[in-house]
């Protein structure tokens, strides 16, 4: 069989295979507010490629540092609840006392444009992704100790008394719900976890269900036994 007669048999059966355009893959990483998840995922995006972040919009206060975009979108109530009635959210959810929400438009055009996004939000917002029927894969963030947990959101001086007690408080029933996550990594050592979510990631992109249309290409690029008898 000849190069070109090779090349034509590629073509022809690989356009017979009829197989959906591949999709990117959700990725949905939680924590405890003061878990680290916003760490390692910043860590993570510049080193794993063709991965993008979905920014939340959110009703809370901007911290010392976010940056309008980058971080959340900030948005007053009115705006928010107005954008829920359009349907415009992927999910929504309140948390400590604020709204959160996820813009359903990105996500789908990120994820039928083949890439891979990760969606950092809380244990709610997961369980309404969950409930969305929305094909993810969950993460979540365990920080190594309640103490450790209380430090952290301390030193970052962010909330008031009143704001860190409520954090603190939901803490618990939080990383109680780990068991609800395809995967689970303890955030006691920054790099390390990050290379463990970095693994993770491309891990889930060679199973074999994600690799369907790569492997008959390939497979498709090899003669049938009768040709190469």
Known sequence: MSEETTRESTADATAALNLPEARGILFVVSSPSGGGKGTLI??????VPRLGYSTSWTTREP????????????VTEQA???ARARGE??????????HYGTSLAVIE????SGRDVILEIDVQGAESVRRAAVDSVGVFILPPSFDVLRERLTARASENPEQLATRLCNARSEVA???EFDYVLLNDDADRAARQLASIILAERARRGRQER????????????????
């Open 214 to 229: 790569l492997a008959r290409e390939v497979l498709a690029t090899f003669p049938d036994s009768a040709a190469s008898a």
């Open 89 to 98: 959210f992927l999910e929504w959810a309140v948390v400590h006392g604020k």
């Open 80 to 82: 928010f609840a107005e």
């Open 109 to 112: 055009r990120e994820l039928g």
């Open 177 to 179: 719900r780990y068991n």
């Open 63 to 74: 911290r010392a540092g976010e940056v309008e975009g980058v971080h959340y979108f900030f």
């Open 42 to 47: 910043r860590r993570v995006l510049p080193v």
